[in-house]
């Protein structure tokens, strides 16, 4: 009894060991329907024939018999099938096309009204709903088609087409000439989910000679005028727009050109920081204003202070956010743009000790 026990226990070790050797798990190939499959990329599942001449190679399906493909990747959807096929000598034809089981309900089928021709033409089944990811694919021939013949060549799917980009920021306007004279009326459109803040359009001088405006900043530069917000409509909104308009003299084109800009970015240089520290025994206030020296707008702004000499424990008027070794400070949306010799105002309240000078660095 011993050694029959022993020798069950060794039966049982060197099974479960061939066991564990034999569950190793290899990722099954995909194939790509957005390219040709043929004959030479099904899984010869089903009784079908492949034929061939010097040309290429094609498969011959009758009746009960079926094509089928393994693990097909659609990706993110294919909106239409097509299927290159010949009825050859027999009266018109028709395929489903199934998913995942050859005897599921069918995603829709293939008509050929060829009748009877010997070439290959290709028809298309138009989807209603897109097919997505993973999916073994099935034609077969449906119970209603008397002669069950068909030669297929290949088959693909196709992709929904990509949508075209939508600008970030984009311009409307309309022209008003009354003949001595036009004025034009712009909206910037921001087609975002997120408030934009500065902007900054060139239109050629001899496209559109400008003699006022009005709820914008004209400077000139080279052939071009240079057309930024005001501090008040700096910010376009999300999915929304703001409005300006220009006059001149003589009679304009239906249609302007024009291109948008980056905002040029003010030097640090060109920046002034003024601030007053007000301390108590346990706390302080420091209120700042930062002012715009050059002679372009400012169009947003960061402030790094160093948390060795600082805490801040509130704010107002301004972001603050950590950065390692520093407190960053960044504005709100309203007060993101300075124009030509503006200004804004900000502070916080901090705790402990702080010295009179503060060193701060601009980016």
């Not at 000598?89 to 395929?95: D, E, F, N, Q, W």
């Not at 009005?214 to 000139?220: A, F, L």
């Not at 980056?262 to 060109?270: D, I």
Request: net charge negative; aromatic share 12%.
């Amino acid at each position: 009894m011993k050694k029959f026990i022993a020798r069950l226990l060794s039966a049982c070790l060197i099974a479960g060991l061939f066991f564990t050797c034999s569950t190793k798990l290899y990722a099954a190939e995909t194939r790509n329907p957005y390219e040709h499959l043929g004959s030479a990329n099904a899984d010869m599942i089903g009784d079908h024939t492949t034929f061939s001449n010097r040309d290429h190679v094609w498969m011959y399906i009758y009746d009960g018999s079926y094509l089928g493909y393994k693990n097909v990747d659609f990706g993110d959807g294919a909106v239409s099938v097509t299927i290159c096929a010949s009825t050859y000598k027999t009266s018109p034809s028709a395929l489903d096309v199934k998913l995942d089981s050859r005897d599921s309900e069918p995603i829709g089928r293939i008509d050929f009204d060829t009748k009877g021709s010997s070439n290959f033409v290709e028809n298309t089944l138009e989807l209603d709903e897109s097919i997505t990811g993973i999916h073994d694919v099935y034609f077969t021939f449906p119970a209603s088609v008397p002669k069950k013949y068909i030669q297929v060549d290949y088959w693909y799917a196709t992709k929904a087409p990509e949508p075209e980009p939508t600008n970030d920021i984009t311009l409307e306007y309309t022209v008003n000439n009354w003949g001595s004279g036009y004025n034009v009326d712009f909206n910037v459109v921001n087609n975002t989910d997120e408030d934009m803040v500065g902007w900054a359009l060139k239109i050629l001088k001899s496209d559109c000679p400008i003699d006022s405006s009005w709820s914008v900043n004209i400077k000139e530069d080279g052939d071009y005028y240079v057309i930024t917000p005001l501090d008040w409509n700096s910010i376009v909104p999300a999915n929304g727009s703001i409005a300006f308009g220009i006059n001149g003299s003589g009679e304009l084109a239906e249609t302007i050109e024009y291109v948008f800009e980056e905002p040029v970015a003010v030097e640090e240089g060109e920046l002034g920081l003024d601030y007053s520290i007000q301390k108590w025994d346990s706390g302080y206030n420091v209120n700042f204003t930062l002012t715009n020296n050059s002679n372009q707008q400012l169009n947003g702004w960061t402030l790094k202070l160093k948390k060795s000499e600082v805490t801040i424990d509130s704010s107002w008027s301004v972001k603050v956010n950590e950065d390692g070794d520093y407190y960053v400070l960044t504005p709100e949306n309203w007060n993101a743009i300075i124009g030509v010799g503006g200004n804004t105002t900000f502070g916080f309240q901090g705790s402990g000790e702080i010295g009179d000078v503060i060193e701060y660095v601009f980016q």
